[in-house]
């Protein structure tokens, strides 16, 4: 079985308008609204691919109770851990001249609702199961949260695959998971040290120093617009990207993780997994939004995706 834990989901609002003018109504000409959270839009992508996950979230309030709502129609499979805090939301405005983002501040989660959480995966998880853990932390919580959790993850015996930024990120590998998929700023960030996307020797000596000093498996490093790597002891592979018309790159990492751990939970080997990772990820950036990828595009983009293995 596949788990994704996100611990601080939230509600994007994409209010879509002819442009912004100052002391003035502006009338929307559409108000669309998505579950958003990083863990949450693994588990998405894996049921829009055909799959099976369950999501565990926290999550509050009448924000908290549409996000259920919203997993419900789309039939993602979820196990939420009630707070009393509402569920962040995060405004976007797009316009014709461009668009504006506005994050919101989440609130602070008690201690106790952490132990609630261990408790949880506890009882669901099982040797050999897959479990995504990715994105922010509530304010307040210490990045060490991640170290405890990936720890336990791989004492029970589960398969652990991590995605998050800065802080958060060093702390998790100090557990050592086995899969780590940052793009190329956060691997810059907790190496300390600014790489060329073009300098793929550099990058391939760099991960395999990380490889293993945190005993990991592979690391799934994507490049943006310059395609991707997989990155593991014996193997190097990398995929160019497609020439697409790009609508929005909001997902896309999300999705292309989604499509690798998808296949490789039904068995496919790292190479035909990374080749299904990359039409994912290629396919989220052809739907406006915050919309992740589609099958038919998936599917549809497959055959032109290419892998080449590195020495």
Known sequence: MIFTLTMNPCLDRYIYLDKLVVDDTIRARKVVDYPAGKGIDVSRVIK???????AVALV?????RKLEEMLDKEGVIYSSIRVNEETRMNVILESKNGQYRISMPGKR?????????LEVLNALVRENDIVVVSGSLPKGISPDFYTGIIFA????????????????????????PDVIKPNIH?????AGEKFSIEDKRTLIKEARI???????????????????LLISYDKVYFSPPLKLP????????????????????EGFGRKEAFKWANAAGNAAVMTP???LCRKRDVEELLSKIEIYELN
């Open 289 to 291: 939004g915050t919309q």
């Open 246 to 265: 790009v609508k929005s790159a909001v997902g896309a990492g999300d999705s292309f993780l989604a499509a690798y751990v998808l296949k490789i939970a």
């Open 186 to 190: 956060e691997f810059s960030r907790i």
């Open 210 to 228: 990380f490889l293993e000093k945190y005993e990991l498996s592979e690391i799934l490093l994507t490049l943006g617009a310059k395609g991707s």
């Open 109 to 117: 989660i008690s201690k106790k609702k952490l132990q609630t959480v």
């Open 153 to 176: 993850l791989k004492q029970w015996g589960a398969k652990v695959f991590f995605d998050a930024d800065g802080e958060k990120l060093k702390a998790g590998l100090i557990a050592s």
């Open 48 to 54: 829009e691919l055909g799959g099976v996950s369950i």
């Open 60 to 64: 509050g309030g009448d924000t908290g």
